[in-house]
T-cell receptor, first 114, second 115 residues
């Protein structure tokens, strides 16, 4: 199956700093990628839709100035958490669908803000 | 996408079959039934999907009721590695591959497998 790779898998940062998370499609091109967030013992919630060459679409309640998304190529989307605070600590996951029916997910990034 | 209902948790013994139910009474004609699972501290992975007929693959089988208002994911022989949260998700065929192609996750069923 197709591979979606996320990096880093785990990051700890200080409050007020910014963190960048990369999501790469390794063996296919993805014009659209999705970013999800998952808090402990909860389900995945869609944060935003990343579109290659255009602005991302954010879900209601997600601050676009805080969660910057860049999808500059057909194989890479990045999520930058700016001015991170402890409440931003979460598991961030990206996904893409090369063929349409089946979605492939990255391994996730565990962000801890201290 | 229409809503699904799953039990919060289920237990199974290793090497025994597991039947994970999902109710989707408001399913529409263009909704496919998808199953994903999420192992601890990992991103979800695709398990299987179907429309009307039962489906089999190397991971599992999907049994779909004749009226399509419910389905069952069948793991034929559970292993410890199958302990995960299983999500039953409806996806409209028309959303495949496009900007509406995200998945809407419910709470899923947490499957525990006892040795």
């Amino acid at each position: 199956g197709a591979v979606v790779s996320q990096h880093p898998s785990r990051v700890i940062c200080k409050s007020g700093t910014s963190v960048k998370i990369e999501c790469r499609s390794l063996d296919f091109q993805a014009t659209t990628m999705f970013w999800y967030r998952q808090f402990p013992k909860q389900s995945l919630m869609l944060m935003a839709t990343s579109n290659e060459g255009s602005k991302a679409t954010y879900e209601q309640g997600v601050e676009k100035d805080k969660f910057l998304i860049n999808h500059a190529s057909l194989t890479l989307s990045t999520l930058t958490v700016t001015s991170a605070h402890p409440e931003d600590s979460s598991f961030y996951i990206c996904s893409a669908s090369p063929h349409g029916a089946e979605a492939f997910f990255g391994q996730g990034t565990r962000l801890t803000v201290v | 996408d229409a809503k699904t209902t799953q039990p919060n948790s289920m237990e199974s013994n290793e090497e025994e079959p597991v039947h994970l139910p999902c109710n989707h009474s408001t399913i529409s004609g263009t909704d496919y039934i998808h199953w994903y699972r999420q192992l601890p501290s990992q991103g979800p992975e695709y398990v299987i999907h179907g429309l009307t007929s039962n489906v089999n693959n190397r991971m599992a089988s999907l049994a779909i009721a004749e009226d399509r208002k419910s389905s069952t994911l069948i793991l034929h022989r559970a292993t410890l590695r199958d302990a995960a949260v299983y999500y039953c998700i409806l996806r409209d065929l028309r959303s495949y591959g496009g900007s509406q192609g995200n998945l809407i996750f419910g709470k899923g069923t947490k499957l525990s497998v006892k040795p």
